[in-house]
């Protein structure tokens, strides 16, 4: 599809999510007056707004999220619905808040710089129920990365934002100010001075301050996993992108941001 | 009644304190001695690629070799002075054959002596590594014992020295937030 195609199913499917809104809308209101009516309008309203935004993903956002990342990878693989193995996040401890769910999708895989990547955005939520009603909190959403690196470590080093963990003793470093900043953990204190220089600490914070948001990090073994809490979807497309280049920019937008906080990191290692 | 059980808690809270600061004591002590173990175990590392180092150069320039190779002394149960010491004297002996590398492009392009070179690079950041960690544990120990009021069972423990860095490469290490 060329980019006016591109863009004239952008507001087709738009007009007919707005159409769908409104339709909704007009639904939960009649219902109040005439159920009859207004729940098949709102039911049909659901449906054509759910419709059209799939089918912008489909034909819109997935073509020009592959033609984004073309612009940064010479060789990447783009997965919409895929993400890392599930136990992944479990397994690396990166002190995530707690959750009982978990969705993610836009898994991306590529070379960057020389170092072997994997992105995909991550959704964590905790449910509960109270007897009467399902309680739903989203504890974290944003990008969660994977990079390889060569630093020689036996043991995980974890740092993230201060959080209270009762089981776990933070490793202090001789930085006042990152200690009252961040927690390190790790089985080696060794380790965690060795990956923790001067240099990579100022990246760290560097880092934090650019993010805006809490960020989570654990140096493993032959890999960085790094994860932004920025409450953001990548390359999900909403009714204000008008057209190809709207939509463009936006994708553009949330790689710079994850490669930005990555080559900060990456830096840091060197 | 109420007194005798007052008493007892005041005893039972006194004596955990105790027990508490000696252990507190004891595992710091413990955390240094495992941290200046760090230091001797990365110091070994960087000597055996220095020597092996040295070997390749004086493949290639025994006579300029000669000028500047030195005998180090690495041994097991040194003091922190020796050691630093041996520290110094690698640095010098290191800088001796990057130098003598300048000069002998074939050298220098050699794949052993580039291995080697990345060897000695890992030792030494596994070294910077273990005496900022030696030194964090020792800052930690000398400000317990003279803290109020664990330093009244300090007794004659006293403080303990820092792994001083070599006064050619000490530098100021400014971060900036």
Known sequence: ?????????????????????????????????????????????????????????????????????????????????????????????????????????????????????????????????????????????????????????????????????????????ESEEFNSRFNVYSDSEHDAFFILTPHMMERIAKVNDLAGDDIFINFNVGKLYFAIDNHHNNFELDMSQKSVDDIKQDFKKDMDYILEVLDELLEGLD | MYIVIAIAVVVLVVVVWLISTTNKFKRLEIKIDEARSDIEVALEKRYDMLTKMLDVAKGYAKHETDTFAKVINLRKGMSLKDLAQSDNDMSEMQSGLLALAESYPELKSSEVFIELQDGIRDAEEHLQAARRVYNSNVTAYNTAIVMFPASLLAGGRGAKDFYEADEKKHEDVKMQF
């Open chain 1, 1 to 173: 599809m060329n980019e006016k195609n591109l863009n004239e199913v952008i507001k087709s499917e738009n007009r007919k999510r707005l159409i769908g809104i409104i339709l909704v809308v007009a639904g939960f209101i009649g219902f109040m007056f005439t159920p009859i009516v207004g729940a098949p309008l709102a039911i049909i309203g659901f449906f054509l707004a759910i419709s059209a935004t799939n089918n912008l993903k489909n034909k819109v956002g997935n073509t020009l999220a592959r033609e984004v990342l073309g612009e940064y990878f010479d060789d990447f693989t783009y997965e919409p619905e895929g993400y890392f193995n599930e136990h992944l996040f479990d397994d690396v401890d990166m002190a995530l808040p707690g959750y009982n769910r978990l969705s993610a999708n836009d898994f991306i895989t590529a070379t960057y710089k020389d170092h072997k990547l994997k992105i995909c955005d991550l959704n964590l939520e905790e449910v509960y129920n109270d007897g009467k009603h399902t309680h739903t909190t989203t504890v974290f959403q944003g990008p969660f990365i994977e990079a390889a690196y060569d630093k020689d470590i036996k043991t995980p080093v974890t740092v993230a934002k201060d959080k209270f963990t009762l089981f776990k003793k933070s490793i202090d470093t």
